[in-house]
Every structure is written in C-alpha cells, then in structure tokens.
Nanobody
Framework: QVRLRESGGGLVQAGGSLRLSCAAS????????LAWFRQAPGKSREFVAR????????GYADSVKGRFTISRDNAKNTVYLEMNSLKSEDTAVYFC???????????????WGRGTQVTVSS
C-alpha cells in the first residue's frame, strides 16, 4: 500500500500562486494513477485534478481548469499541483490520492495523504 504525504500549503493572497507536493513511499510509484482532492470547511471533499501513470492523461475540475496544473516525477516519487490565480474559494485542505486502477474513476482512489491546508486571503 502506497503512503502519501502532502506539503507546500500555506497562506497566500488572492491572485497568488502555490505549488503543492505529494511524496509517495511504500510502493512502485509508476504503478499508480494520482489525483488531488480538496475539502473546504463545511463542504464535502471534491475532485481537483488527476494524472495517469505515465503523465499522458490529465483531467481537471471545471473550477480550476486553466489555473491549476498537475504533474508528476516518477523518478522522485512525487506528484505536484501548481496553483495559479488563486481565489478565496480555493481555500481548503488539499489531499493527494492514489489508485492502482488502470482506468480509474473517482471512487477508485483508495490511498490518501493527511492533507495540507491552503488559505487564500481576499
């Protein structure tokens, strides 16, 4: 079972940028598709972005499309989320997640990190 640990969260002004990282251990990183989710206070967890095992396929929630970019470095066992033009509504705890499914759907992601807080001040 892969273990995931997020980092890079913090406080940023609206319009600013942050890059989140998620380091994996305990598994063969390239065997996993990865995704980022987020959960704002009082709201349910929502999908943000995903990336396939070989980085060939990516997908984004409409709310972040054009502002966020997901990427991965299989040599470093790390997945990233580059966040630009941040808005107050992006404030949330951000989680990375992994699945060994070759063609994953959202509910396939079964390994989760503990999350990192992102706060965007307006």
């Amino acid at each position: 079972q892969v273990r995931l640990r997020e980092s890079g969260g913090g406080l940023v002004q609206a319009g600013g940028s942050l890059r989140l990282s998620c380091a994996a251990s305990g598994g063969t990183f390239s065997d996993y598709a990865l995704a980022w989710f987020r959960q704002a206070p009082g709201k349910s967890r929502e999908f943000v972005a995903r990336i396939s095992r070989d980085s060939y396929h990516t997908g984004y929630a409409d709310s972040v499309k054009g502002r966020f970019t997901i990427s991965r470095d299989n040599a470093k066992n790390t997945v990233y989320l580059e966040m630009n033009s941040l808005k107050s509504e992006d404030t949330a705890v951000y989680f990375c997640a992994a699945t060994s499914s070759r063609v994953p759907i959202i509910t396939d992601y079964s390994s989760w990190g503990r999350g990192t807080q992102v706060t965007v001040s307006s």
